[in-house]
């Protein structure tokens, strides 16, 4: 990596925490994340300067990893996977991810724990559901706010703000599924038609629209 950050032009307010930089960026760590953790020690430049350089370097680390792949020298050769396949393992098991298998899997949770972190814990909340297993619940939210991931941090507060239904919706089989595909089937009708129909007209054409769904 020491080749990558030589080539990268360090902008001057980031320059006394780029050792810092290249290992929040090599373990899955994003702008928003580096930013909250260099700013406590100190950094008061812009978050554009850190996005900045983790796309300099990303484009550096494909030079390397493309000029080490073309070598046939008998080193060990770099391996790449597509960030946007380890994002499809956050909400599909790994059976339905055609391009990576469960050994490149493996690898990536050992050089990145960032990632192996918010995987496994994607997975717990899915087993939680699956399961109906509620008393975990408060010990997965606890997990949640300890791992200090913005986003994560947000649907957790999501959680809370209405944890008798989250809680509900995990002991019982029933849910509003069929309601709220109705109605967002009519805001669909409305937005289609707006300014353009009285309430009587968007009255029919729902109905119409129903009544042609049973005949096919």
Not at 73 to 90: A, Q, T, V, Y
Not at 108 to 114: A, K, L, Q
Request: hydrophobic fraction near 35%; glycine fraction near 4%; charge should be positive.
């Amino acid at each position: 990596m020491d080749n990558i950050t030589k080539k990268i032009k360090k902008p001057g307010k980031l320059s006394p925490f780029i050792d810092e930089l290249n290992h929040y960026i090599e373990q899955g760590y994003t702008s928003a994340n580096i930013d909250e953790i260099i700013r406590k020690k100190g950094y008061n430049g812009s978050i554009s300067n850190i996005r900045h350089y983790i796309s300099e370097w990303k484009h550096r680390y494909k030079k390397e990893y493309d000029k080490d792949k073309s070598n046939d020298n008998g080193d060990k050769i770099s391996e790449l996977i597509e960030r946007k396949n380890l994002i499809k393992l956050l909400y599909k098991p790994i059976e339905e991810v055609k391009m990576i298998t469960q050994e490149q899997l493996d690898r990536v949770c050992n050089e990145y724990p960032f990632y192996a972190s918010i995987y496994h814990l994607v997975n717990e909340f899915r087993e939680i559901l699956l399961e109906k297993n509620i008393s975990k619940l408060e010990e997965w939210i606890d997990k949640a706010i300890s791992l200090k991931i913005h986003e994560i941090e947000s649907f957790v507060k999501g959680l809370v703000k209405d944890i008798d239904a989250v809680r509900n919706a995990i002991i019982y089989d029933f849910n509003n599924g069929l309601a709220e595909g109705s109605v967002n089937k009519l805001k669909v009708i409305k937005r289609i038609m707006y300014g353009r129909c009285s309430f009587d007209t968007l009255k029919a054409k729902v109905l119409w629209s129903e009544h042609m769904r049973k005949i096919n």
